[in-house]
Nanobody, 121 residues
Framework: EVQLVESGGGLVQPGGSLRLSCAASGFTFSSYAMSWVRQAPGKGLEWVSAINSGGGSTTYADSVKGRFTISRDNAKNTLYLQMNSLKPEDTAVYYC??????????????WGKGTLVTVSS
């Protein structure tokens, strides 16, 4: 059974940093691309970032480019999202998602339950 469990969310002041983690199990983590997607209160889903299976290729939404960094540790079956210079508009539930293929272009087939990030003074 595929399981994706996010952690690391919380309350942070504007300008602060957080690192999200996503622990994966039930599949061969190193064979699949992964993504982060977020949903702000009262809004739709927004894709944030993606990384290919080997970790050598990453992409970002314009809204987070230069502030967020996606990475993965295939030995630990864990996906990360380092978030710096956080803004109130980054407040959202953050989900990690698995791709059915090695590249993000294959889409997403499994999702975690999410972790809440609140950016507020």
């Amino acid at each position: 059974e595929v399981q994706l469990v996010e952690s690391g969310g919380g309350l942070v002041q504007p300008g602060g940093s957080l690192r999200l983690s996503c622990a994966a199990s039930g599949f061969t983590f190193s064979s699949y691309a992964m993504s982060w997607v977020r949903q702000a209160p009262g809004k739709g889903l927004e894709w944030v970032s993606a990384i290919n299976s080997g970790g050598g290729s990453t992409t970002y939404a314009d809204s987070v480019k230069g502030r967020f960094t996606i990475s993965r540790d295939n030995a630990k079956n864990t996906l990360y999202l380092q978030m710096n210079s956080l803004k109130p508009e980054d407040t959202a539930v953050y989900y990690c998602a698995k791709s059915p293929g090695w590249a993000p272009s294959y889409g997403m087939d499994y999702w975690g339950k999410g972790t809440l990030v609140t950016v507020s003074s």
